[in-house]
């Protein structure tokens, strides 16, 4: 079994720290991009799927008319979870309901902030006023689903980022996903409180554990029976097919995506979808098990010493990792290495200095 990713690389406007294939087109192209996303999925889709991820871009901005011509194409039957992105500014009576009649049961909305002034520096069309009024709407009408946040913005401070945190937690939000922001070179914005980022991101885990969200992924926070599954198959290498312009696909143990421009992207589509067309990335041994410990001390569950032992022949060496279980930023516990406490934000050292 496999899970669908379809990325709708549209954006009403791009925002300045944005670094995901995102385009404002004319509406006018939406129709054709929705007939080349399905007719991608015919040549290239051969299973039934568990769960299916509409991201982008956003697929909110699809009128009415191209969400239910999107959405009629897709496999309804059978799902785990069918989830879709929306931007706040762009959620409606209509498009929800839509949504509810092909089988939509969970929601990822981009809040981003509350505060209206940092909301307006990174570009963001929707106000605090709106983000509400639309989390209120897809938390009534949807199962479950989950809300975007960013901290470490310029100009944000703890308490701010802690005050959009505790909001949400409030208002009843069954999944909320945080982010701290990476600025691209060359890309506008004051300066980032990074000092301020270990504080904000320690504080804002309590919160949500005093919540009940519980962290089950370094960014990720959920109550129980609300984590998602499609993002999980990432997380546990599992095999996905990505559908439209950048979409990358993990399928027999191997990493592809098509061209990123909406331009070639259709040319490629209209000339059958050819696997020549395809970037493929077939990684070696040392890569696959250098994946495999980076994406499962991502989770909760952490690496599990038996299934790597398993996979790749060896028992897993410890000796470089000690000084951090020393440190108390890794821990063994029921045959399985996690992180631990700090060193949730020292993934990247940990991973860098100690593994494997």
């Known amino acids: 079994m496999q899970s669908l990713y ?3 690389p549209f954006c009403a406007s791009i925002c300045g720290y944005c670094d995901f294939c995102a385009m404002p087109v004319p509406e006018r192209l939406h129709s054709e991009y929705v007939d080349l996303v399905l007719r991608e999925l015919e040549l290239r889709a ?30 309804k039957s059978g799902l785990k979870e069918f989830s879709m992105e929306w931007n706040p500014e762009q959620v409606s009576e209509e ?8 089988g939509i049961d969970r929601f990822s909305l981009g809040i981003q902030s509350l505060n209206d002034n940092l909301l307006k520096m990174l570009g963001r069309k929707h106000t605090a006023k709106t983000a509400l009024e639309a989390f209120e709407k897809l938390n009534s009408a949807f199962g479950t689903g989950s809300c975007d946040l960013m901290f470490c ?5 703890t ?21 701290g922001l990476t600025l691209e070179k060359g890309k506008k914005f004051p300066p980032q ?35 998602s599954k499609h993002n999980q198959v990432y997380w546990k290498r599992g095999a996905y097919l990505g559908i439209g312009p950048s979409a990358h696909s993990y399928l027999n143990g191997i990493r592809s995506y098509v061209e990123g421009k909406y331009v070639p992207w259709k040319k490629w589509v209209m000339s059958g979808c050819l696997q020549s067309g395809l970037t493929e990335d077939i990684p070696s041994t040392e890569g696959k098990e250098m994946e495999a410990v980076w994406l499962s001390l991502r989770t909760r569950e952490g690496l599990s010493l038996k299934d790597y032992e398993r996979e790749f022949g060896k028992e897993f060496e410890f000796k470089k990792a000690e000084p951090f279980i020393e ?14 406490g700090e060193g949730w934000l020292w993934l990247d050292k940990i991973f860098l200095y100690s593994l494997p």
């Open 153 to 157: 913005l310029p100009n944000q401070s």
């Open 327 to 340: 440190k108390k930023w890794l821990e063994l516990s029921n045959d399985h290495l996690k992180l631990n």
């Open 95 to 102: 498009k929800m309901d839509i949504a509810l009649e092909f």
């Open 46 to 75: 051969n299973d039934v799927f568990d769960t299916v991820y509409l991201g982008g871009g956003s697929p909110s901005v699809l009128n009415a008319a191209n969400l239910r011509k999107l959405l009629a194409g897709l496999q």
């Open 6 to 8: 379809i990325h709708v």
């Open 193 to 227: 409180p990074e000092d301020l980022y270990p504080e904000m991101y320690l504080k804002a885990v309590q919160i949500l554990s005093e919540a009940k969200l519980d962290r089950y992924e370094v960014s990720n926070f959920a109550l129980s029976g609300h984590e």
């Open 159 to 179: 308490e701010n980022f802690l005050s959009d945190v505790k909001t949400m937690a409030s208002l009843g939000a069954k999944h909320i996903s945080f982010y």
